[in-house]
């Protein structure tokens, strides 16, 4: 069974010119808007509320939740704060919003700003995505000149500026406080918890922070109603949503950014919409969400006797028919992440993607805290000892005992997305790895 | 020699400094002015950046060795980041990287003899359907084959001659006046 195809995020895909204000006017652009303007703001939190949308960065925390966090600071500042530090592997969604549908990113914002009473928008995008940020700045500049923004939002007395503001090259700014550092101009290093971001967030206000797809999605959550939102995914039940971008990469014959209802199976995302593996060769596993979520295989099956559980349903299936959903993936020992796979067919060395997933840990650690510092280092030079046939029995205990020893010691979560994965590889594959120590052969290339 | 940026990049200074709470916010966005001017965050460019924005040097510096946008060095008129990441891997960009070492002469890291290209291994650049993939300035180039590459360098080195500023930059006069 083909699965249906959606277009409702990226109905203006494909249109030419879809990233000016005219060909998004003439989509019906900023009618969500107008909608907000009549609308009070605790009804447009409810029906964001209602639309169950989980946070599309990879966390899938509930957005009207957060939203309700938010509270009034009478005489000072509240900021929203837009998550497009699009950088974990795998992940290319929110980089094609921005190129090919800016103004529906801008209305989110504006939409949202209207929701949370905040007059200043900053929007921080990673700093390679050059393209995105030109077309977001002539975005932000014709709804400027169009009334939308400005001193006043369509005849409202109500000042709103959304400003642009380009990273420099740093995954660890996709973390939220991290973001916040280096929006004030700071290193990127991330900050303790609590305070969280609502309470204290850019410059010592309260701060919203929503990635960017998040937000995105608000001008329908509006146009349709929170509630048929939910229902258009498959998952309304356990209060995960609507239609969201889904990614798929590696050894598929169509990769690339697709837009589908919540809860798709990785089967369905590899089949249908990523046109089956290269060559018809078999999956060997699968990177669900962005690279700090661990793999996962067809052959596992899934094991859910208990009827309360939240996979009960699909117990005995395979790992790859369960729907994509915050909690199932959860319950899996994974993550949904950002739903963006990577995919890798049966002669994949897996001593050679943990290798290489290592090193990218390795570079973008932030540095702070120690354990992730000298750990993911360490296992990114433990790896390359596998992959070269260096490495001895000792090696494999000293690997899983690093990745032990980083999960949960750090401020913020990149080490355990480091862990993570690491962990996840060496229970499945952990007879590549020791293969390794025996036949003492480097691994085969990646390809 | 002391730096100042150009009347025209620091109009765009001035546009944005009234919309952030602070000064030092604009750290970030004037190092991308002046780096498009300089080439690259030069001492004298971090100077420039602290002086201006009322911050320590140490805390531009700080900044400048943080993120790998920011030039610590010369660079080549022509700078490309191949992503090396898991997604461009698995479809062959080691052989991209190998087959650039070999036509610019100058390794991953370096800057080439005649100071034409820089070549730097970069991590994912969020284009992973379309890998492999390089960033050439300020272009994505995706879905790249080995056999696609001279026509690539040639167009860069074309664009580089009419390009206004010594090299790009996020922020600064290009993103003002094209697309």
């Known amino acids: ?447 | 020699m002391a730096f100042e940026l150009t009347a025209e990049r620091r109009a765009i200074l001035d546009e944005l400094l009234p919309r952030y709470p602070t000064r030092k916010a604009l750290t970030l966005p004037l190092l991308h002015l002046c780096q498009e001017q300089e080439g690259w965050c030069s001492p004298a460019v971090v100077d420039y950046v602290a002086s201006t924005l009322g911050v320590s040097t140490a805390e531009v510096q700080g900044v400048v060795t943080f993120y790998t946008l920011y030039q610590q060095k010369k660079v080549g008129r022509n700078v490309v980041w191949v992503c090396r990441t898991l997604s461009c891997e698995l479809r062959g960009a080691k052989g991209i990287q190998e087959a650039l070492e070999k036509k610019l002469g100058c390794h991953a890291g370096e800057t080439s003899k005649d100071g034409e290209w820089t070549l730097l291994k970069a991590e994912c650049l969020a284009a992973c359907g379309q890998g492999p993939m390089v960033q050439l300035n300020d272009e994505y180039h995706e879905d790249l084959t080995v056999e696609g590459l001279d026509a690539l360098l040639e167009g860069a080195k074309k664009r580089a001659d009419e390009r206004k500023a010594v090299t790009f930059s996020p922020v600064g006069l290009a993103p003002r006046g094209e697309k």
């Open chain 1, 1 to 447: 069974m083909a699965v249906e195809r959606v277009r409702i995020l990226t109905k203006n895909y494909g249109t030419p010119e879809s990233w000016t204000l005219a060909a998004y006017l003439k989509s019906g652009g900023y009618q969500s808007l107008r909608r907000a303007l009549e609308m009070e703001p605790a009804k447009i939190l409810e029906e964001v509320k209602a639309a169950n949308l989980r946070g599309r960065g990879g966390a899938g925390f509930p957005m009207g939740m957060k939203w309700s966090f938010l509270k009034p600071n009478p005489g000072k500042p509240n900021y929203i704060a837009v998550n497009a530090d699009e950088g974990e592997p795998g992940t290319f969604k929110d980089r094609t919003l921005m190129e090919l549908d800016p103004h529906r990113c801008v209305e989110g914002f504006l939409i949202a700003a209207l929701a949370l009473n905040v007059h200043t928008v900053f929007c921080y995008i990673r700093g390679e995505l050059v393209l995105s940020i030109r077309r977001m700045q002539q975005a932000v500049r014709e709804a400027r000149e169009a009334g939308y923004l400005g001193s006043r939002v369509l005849g409202k007395d109500f000042p709103l500026d959304v400003v642009i503001h380009a990273g420099a090259g740093a995954y660890i700014c996709g973390e939220e406080t991290a973001l916040l550092n280096s929006l004030e101009g700071a290193r990127g290093e991330p900050r303790l918890k609590p305070p969280f971001p609502a309470v204290v967030g850019a410059f010592g206000a309260p701060t919203i922070v929503n990635n960017l797809e998040s937000l995105a999605a608000v001008p329908t959550i509006l146009e349709l109603g929170g509630e048929n939102f939910s229902k258009l995914g498959r998952l309304h039940h356990l209060k995960d949503g609507g239609v969201r971008l889904y990614g798929v990469s590696g050894h598929v014959n169509k990769p690339g950014v697709y837009e589908g209802p919540v809860g798709l199976t990785l089967r369905e995302l590899i089949e249908d919409l990523g046109g089956g593996v290269r060559g018809g060769r078999k999956v060997k596993c699968v990177v669900p969400g962005g690279s700090s979520t661990p793999v996962l295989r067809e052959e596992d099956l899934v094991h859910a006797p208990d009827p309360k559980s939240v996979l009960h349903a699909w117990h005995g299936k395979s790992h790859f028919d369960v729907p994509m959903g915050v909690d199932t993936f959860r319950a899996l020992g994974t993550m949904l992440g950002t739903c963006c796979a990577i995919v890798m067919d049966d002669q994949t060395s897996m001593v050679r993607a943990a290798e290489n997933l290592m090193m990218f840990y390795a570079h973008e650690s932030c540095g702070q805290c120690t354990p992730c510092r000298e750990g993911c280092a360490w296992m990114a030079r433990l790896c390359r000892k596998f992959a070269r046939g260096e490495a001895t029995e000792r090696d494999l205990d000293t690997l899983t005992d690093v990745a032990n020893n980083i999960m949960g010691n750090t401020i913020c979560a990149l080490g355990d997305g480091a862990a993570m994965p690491m962990l996840g590889i060496l229970k499945l594959f952990r007879n590549e790895f020791e293969e390794a120590v025996r036949t003492k052969k480097p691994a085969p290339e990646l390809r």
